[in-house]
């Protein structure tokens, strides 16, 4: 970042300038996915902008989501992000997705434990009056690449023993013969919030896709009830349409 090149003469506002020359950084290598950016302060010393100017060029990338703003820590060159197509017509789990496309799948454990159920937690599962609930809640990742944050809830009387679950969900049920059959799936646009955007590496107020899944069982009864929050850069949902009769 160097203070030659920027003008008033007819090159468009300095801050469209400043963009520009930081998306043909990006565009050019010269700076790297994960790379971070001098802060505002810095950079407005090193080009001779003002910072109001500095701000409103990043701001305008990180719209744009080539970069990355987290909280206490700066601004960076966002990560390359392949685009993932998922069908929605088969009932399968994260880490089968990911192997069927030849990718790891990790888990970053947030919580795992019994709890008392909320009231959407007793409507959702159906439980008993005095069933508690098994809360998993993770950030699913692959190739260290955050892609959606889980939080799945089932009855205490389908999974007794939450702490169980290391890697697989429906690894851990299909060996308990609990496998889910069945699910019914809502899909809904989110911008996603500030805690949310932490866990995902990504800037608060991008796009979100709000996923919630209730599965059953043969017998009807409900297995899980899980709010799915994936990101909306990473993602790509497909569903085949058939003629209606
Ligand atoms: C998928 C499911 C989720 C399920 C999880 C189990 C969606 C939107 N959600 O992510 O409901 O709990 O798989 O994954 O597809 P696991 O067996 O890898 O733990």
Do not use: C
């Amino acid at each position: 970042f160097s203070p030659e090149g920027f003008d008033d003469t007819g090159a468009g506002p300095l801050y469209v300038q400043l963009h520009r020359r930081i998306a043909e950084a990006i565009a050019s290598g010269r700076l790297k996915p994960g790379d971070s950016l001098p802060a505002e302060r810095e950079m407005a010393a090193m080009t001779g902008l003002s910072r109001v100017t500095v701000r409103k060029g990043v701001e305008a990338l990180v719209a744009s989501g080539q970069l990355v703003q987290r909280r206490g820590s700066g601004t960076f060159v966002a990560p390359k992000v392949e685009k993932l197509e998922q069908a929605l017509s088969l009932l399968t789990s994260f880490t089968e997705d990911m192997r069927r496309r030849g990718l790891n799948s990790e888990s970053r454990w947030l919580s795992r434990a019994l709890h008392n159920p909320s009231p959407e937690e007793v409507m959702a599962l159906g439980l008993a009056a005095d069933e508690r609930v098994a809360r998993l809640e993770r950030v699913r990742s692959s190739d260290g690449l955050p892609l959606a944050i889980e939080r799945a809830s089932l009855p205490q009387a389908i999974l007794p023993e939450p702490e169980r679950v290391t890697t697989s969900l429906y690894a851990e049920l299909q060996a308990r013969g609990l496998r889910p059959v069945r699910a019914v799936q809502r899909i809904s646009a989110v911008n996603v919030t500030p805690r949310d955007a932490e866990l995902l590496g990504v800037t608060a107020g991008v796009a979100g896709l709000r996923i919630e899944r209730i599965s059953y069982l043969p017998s009807g009864k409900v297995v899980e009830f899980t709010r799915s929050l994936y990101r909306g850069d990473a993602y790509d949902f497909a569903v085949e349409l058939k003629l209606a009769p």
